[in-house]
């Protein structure tokens, strides 16, 4: 079947760029027009850059013309979270105090997609700061799933999933720092992994050190498993002002295509201590089959973590709330007032979280460490058995807007984070995966694949099995 350029992949694109089947031209116009229509209807975008895209169209036009090199993403339309800067285009991260502020310079993994012959179409809509495991903010409004716009696309890279599910794009990255990628994959139904800590660098500043509290980097999201692996081969790979960046190793492309003949999995959708809807339940168990199928071996388990769901979640919090808190000193650092004048102008859920949060003592803060340290050994623990751990991503399906969940399955639940089973690999950094299992009742559910450090790869390629056995790319809403 003869496809257009917004149904094809990003290494559709690219091949077809490079064949000469397609003008960079003609994809970034097909990909523009396709986000002008449609996207009001999910709020994926906060910002269109079409003259931008445009120019930068007609460079790769010039350079496949003129026979210079062409990179593996030449003339391939990517979106950027609006929590990252394109040079020259404006970064709101979501808040009325910097709805104007316009990029100096790019992120370093923009500029690595820039280098790679990424087209940049837009930036794609997050919470404020990213706060936040839904996407609202001041500056553009809620960003809804294609599958039902009147619920919620997840957090904090809701708009890039958005916009993926709704093929407005094939590639946009977006950043993890307790499901921001996973969770808008599951509730969109699109790929997305949080690679291991230091995969992708990070540049954080003022603070160089703030993305270890808890551990949170960038990590692509796509429609594929193939597109997904490809923009982490060109994002991948140490950076000398990141001092937690490691050195890339192998293409991240090779693992799509390996087998998992011989891969030991150990499947517990609840982790043994999370709420999960039966619904979900009933989705992860038939997909799990699928793995066996590719050769794996399967096993039932409950993971020792040493905690409660809830105890987990107090630790994460008291982290976050550190790091939440130097936010205040970074907005006084630029002439802001969080605690007076400009207090009114935060969202009142930022405000909550951050403004009249009580600051952890260091005694407190510890504690957290602690219990960080009986997840990350509960999880050691199991991969010395198992190559990998499957469990749900979200322990619900997309929910309506300004409805955050307060039960799962008759078990009361903090409503902002406790219905997630993502933030204990941010406590880690060991690398995970949100990969689309099915549907109950028509809205996505997505399957948490999660591996040992520095093993990526066996996510990639058990994710990519998955895909091979249960392909979902005709699922997306036409």
Avoid at 34 to 61: G, P, Q, S, W, Y
Avoid at 154 to 171: E, F, H, Q
Avoid at 417 to 422: C, F, S
Avoid at 442 to 449: A, D, E, N, R, S
Wanted: one cysteine or more; a negative charge.
């Amino acid at each position: 079947m003869v496809t257009g350029p917004t149904d094809r992949t990003a290494a559709g694109l690219a091949r077809a760029i490079r064949d000469g089947e397609f003008s960079p031209t003609a994809v970034v116009d097909a990909v523009l027009e396709r986000i002008h229509e449609r996207n009001e209807r999910t709020n994926a975008f906060v910002t269109v850059t079409d003259d931008l895209a445009r120019e930068m169209a007609n460079e790769a036009e010039r350079a496949i013309d003129e026979g210079e090199p062409l990179g593996p993403l030449h003339g391939v339309p990517v979106a950027i979270k609006d929590l990252d800067d394109v040079e020259g285009v404006r970064t709101t991260s979501g808040s009325l105090l910097f709805e104007d502020r316009v990029a100096e310079s790019d992120s370093p993994f923009v500029a690595r997609l820039k280098e790679a012959g990424a087209i940049i179409v837009g930036k794609t809509n997050t919470p404020e700061f990213g706060l936040g495991v839904t996407t609202d903010n001041r500056v553009a409004g809620p960003t809804g799933t294609p599958f039902d716009p009147d619920r919620v696309s997840g957090g904090s890279s809701g708009g890039a999933g958005a916009a993926l599910a709704d093929r407005l794009v094939p590639l946009a990255p977006g950043s993890d720092a307790g499901g921001s990628v996973r969770i808008p994959a599951s509730f969109c139904g699109v790929y997305g992994l949080k690679p291991t800590q230091g995969v992708i660098p990070n540049v954080t500043r003022p603070n160089a050190f703030a993305s270890h509290t808890p551990f949170s980097t960038h990590g692509p999201l796509a429609r594929t498993v193939g597109d997904a692996a490809l923009s982490l081969d060109v994002m991948a790979g140490s950076h000398p002002r990141d001092p937690f960046s490691v050195p890339k190793g192998d293409e991240y492309r090779d693992a799509v295509d390996r087998p998992i003949d011989g891969m030991e999995i150990a499947f517990s959708p609840d982790m043994g201590v999370y709420p999960v809807d039966p619904a979900v339940r009933e989705v992860l168990e038939d997909a799990v089959s699928a793995f066996e199928r590719a050769g794996a071996t399967v096993d039932r388990v409950d993971p020792d973590l040493g905690h409660d769901n809830e105890a987990i979640l107090d630790a994460y919090y008291t982290m976050a709330t550190v790091r939440w808190g130097s936010l205040l000193e970074n907005l006084r650092a630029e002439g802001f007032d969080p605690l007076g004048e400009d207090r009114d102008r935060l969202r009142p859920y930022l405000v909550e979280l951050i403004v009249d949060a009580e600051e952890p003592t260091t005694r407190e803060y510890k504690r957290a460490d602690v219990v960080r340290t009986h997840v990350l050994d509960g999880l050691v623990d199991l991969f010395d058995e198992y190559d990998l751990l499957v469990t749900a991503t979200a322990g619900t399906t997309p929910f309506p807007h300004d409805e955050e969940p307060e039960e799962i399955d008759g078990v009361e639940i903090e409503p902002y984070r406790g219905w997630v089973l993502t933030q204990p690999f941010n406590l880690t950094g060991q690398p995970a995966a949100s990969v689309p299992a099915g549907f109950a009742d028509g809205l996505p559910v997505g399957m948490q694949i999660a591996g040992q450090r520095h093993d990526d790869d066996a996510v990639i390629a058990a994710s990519a099995a998955l895909e091979r056995q249960r392909p979902w790319h005709d699922a997306y809403p036409a």
